[in-house]
């Protein structure tokens, strides 16, 4: 690393940088041995005592100090946790916003216009089916399925063609957040024939 | 033990770190977001940073200061400059040294000046997190700062009133963060960063933790924003081939539009396609219009294929410039 031109005389200091912590503490400990020895940096001699007290103010400043750090970051996590409850929403939220401005926006549309009025409410639909689905919100369709109450609701029971046990109309999809129910699907059971 | 925080001073957004434990954790502004725009604008006598400062950009044009980095350090008759000039709306005048300087409120300004309280909102933003006053820094600069773009950032600092410690090349911060300086042999990288507005390359040699910038290069009006121009122009045709309407003509479209577009090609990263449903985008006598266009990656990357060309050349002249070729390189970040 002889001929380099500035920028990378800057770059090499840097990375005396990223080097210099670990062999900073080393340094410690190793002069806090030596510090025990009879001798100092110029060669005159040290009151063992002496030493030894200068040590003992030395660490326990040094956990002074490291208690300090504990409890900063106790309280900063804690901050944290609540925080993240506070604004867990905040996301969803804003992605639920673009919804109600295109229902806002319907609700302006003027009379006559039902049909682009109906294809722009659709499209909201839809694109608030695709936010669900990045938010990994799943839909349950529960019509033609075999009753299942993990997943289905089920409002009433009625005769008919399917066979029995099986879900012939819903009331309301059913609704699972990552994994889990969010929401049963409400469903009409068949009793069969 | 004071804390040493770490800035990241973009052209287009800043960020802020600190060590904490054996990681680096990012610091969440007082808005709760990772990054805050580089962005400062003085609005009678109040003064705002960030976010706030962006969003009043549009009433208050001649004293709302962007990308001021890249006039950091820089000549008022430099061609930077003067490309600069074009393309924002506050006054860029001289100073006594001839100096690339902003003029506010018919006060000079320099650069550093106006980086300075970005920086500060970065202190702060580490100080209310850690609850504690900070004031040692290691800033990082893109690997093409010469000394006095360097400087003028320490000098940034400074005011800010940060104690810099180091200027620490962007390129390197980047290979340090993805783990690349833990390997024991020789390595050449190459790291392509493409910012809001600005695109840098650097071939780095990396051996035993130890970083060398081979070479650097770029274009420092090249970046993410002209991607989400390319997108909003396809996005408009699109719906003027279907409607005959120009959106880009209508202010309060082109705004939904602008954001569905950068949110469209963030997704495009991870995404191999994704829609940009735009319903009530626009009316006319016949009704309220809607725009639904589905994008795909190869779309996209058809779209953008010129901008990406021309950032190929700068990664060409870096490769020769450091003296290797394209398959000597380990790793590109
Ligand atoms: N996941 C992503 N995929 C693609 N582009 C992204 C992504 N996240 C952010 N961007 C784009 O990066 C740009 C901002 O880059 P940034 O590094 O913050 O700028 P700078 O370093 O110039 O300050 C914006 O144009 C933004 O749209
Ligand atoms: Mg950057």
């Known amino acids: 690393m002889s001929s380099k031109n500035k920028k990378q005389d800057i770059e090499d200091q840097e990375v005396e940088v990223v080097k210099d912590e670990p062999n900073e503490k080393i340094n410690e400990e190793t002069s806090l041995e030596d510090d025990v020895l009879t001798v100092d940096e110029e060669g005159e001699p040290i009151d063992p005592m002496q030493a030894l007290k200068n040590e003992v103010t030395e660490l326990n400043d040094k956990l002074l100090r490291q208690h300090a750090e504990m409890d900063n970051l106790r309280k900063r996590t804690a901050r944290e946790v609540v925080d993240a409850r506070k604004f867990a929403v905040e996301k969803f939220t804003v992605a639920l916003l673009d919804v109600v401005d295109n229902l806002e926006r319907a609700l302006d549309v003027e009379e006559g216009k039902e049909d682009a009025l109906r294809d722009g409410v659709q499209r909201t639909l839809d694109s608030w089916r695709g936010m669900m689905e990045k938010f990994d919100v799943e839909r349950i369709d529960a019509v033609g399925e075999q009753f299942d109450p993990h997943k289905h609701e089920a409002l009433s029971q009625m005769p008919s063609n399917e066979p029995e046990g099986v879900v012939i109309n819903q009331h309301c999809a059913g609704y699972m957040l990552n994994g889990r129910l969010i929401r049963p699907a409400q469903v009409l059971v068949s009793s069969g024939k | ?333």
């Open chain 2, 1 to 333: 033990m004071a804390k040493v925080i770490g800035i990241d001073l973009g052209t287009t957004n800043s960020c802020v770190s600190v060590m904490e434990g054996d990681t680096y954790k990012v610091i969440p502004n007082s808005e709760g977001d990772n990054t805050t725009p580089s962005v400062v604008a003085f609005a009678g006598d109040e003064r705002l940073v960030g976010a706030a400062a962006k969003r009043q950009m549009v009433t208050n044009p001649d004293n709302t200061f962007y990308a001021v980095k890249r006039l950091i350090g820089r000549k008022f008759d430099s061609k930077e400059t003067k490309h600069h000039h074009e393309l924002v709306s506050y006054p860029i005048v001289a100073s006594d040294n001839g100096d690339a300087w902003v003029e506010a409120d018919g006060k000079k300004m320099s650069p550093q000046e106006i980086s300075a309280i970005t920086l500060q909102k970065m202190k702060s933003t580490a100080e209310d997190y850690l609850g504690e006053t900070v004031t040692d820094a290691v800033i990082t600069v893109p690997a093409y700062f010469n000394d006095s773009q360097r400087q003028a950032t320490k000098d940034a600092g400074a005011i800010a009133g940060l104690n810099v410690l180091r200027i620490v090349n962007e390129p390197t911060a980047a290979a340090l963060a993805y783990g690349l300086d833990k390997t024991e042999e020789n390595h050449l990288i190459a790291v392509y960063d493409l910012g809001g507005g600005t695109f840098d390359v650097s071939i780095l040699e990396i051996g035993d933790g130890v970083f060398e910038v081979k070479a650097t290069n770029g274009d420092t009006f090249l970046g993410g924003e002209d991607f989400d121009q390319v997108l909003i122009k396809y996005l408009a045709e699109e719906f003027k081939k279907e409607n005959g309407v120009d959106l880009l003509k209508d202010k309060l479209a082109l705004q939904r539009l602008k954001e569905a577009a950068e949110k469209a090609k963030i997704e495009l990263s991870s995404a191999q396609q994704t829609e940009v449903n735009l319903p009530f985008i626009t009316a006319d006598a016949s009704g309220p219009k809607h725009l639904l266009v589905k994008v795909t990656r190869a779309k996209f990357e058809s779209l953008v294929g010129d901008l990406v060309e021309r950032s190929l050349a700068p990664c060409k002249q870096a490769l020769k410039d450091a003296g290797v070729s394209a398959s000597d390189i380990h790793d590109v970040v």
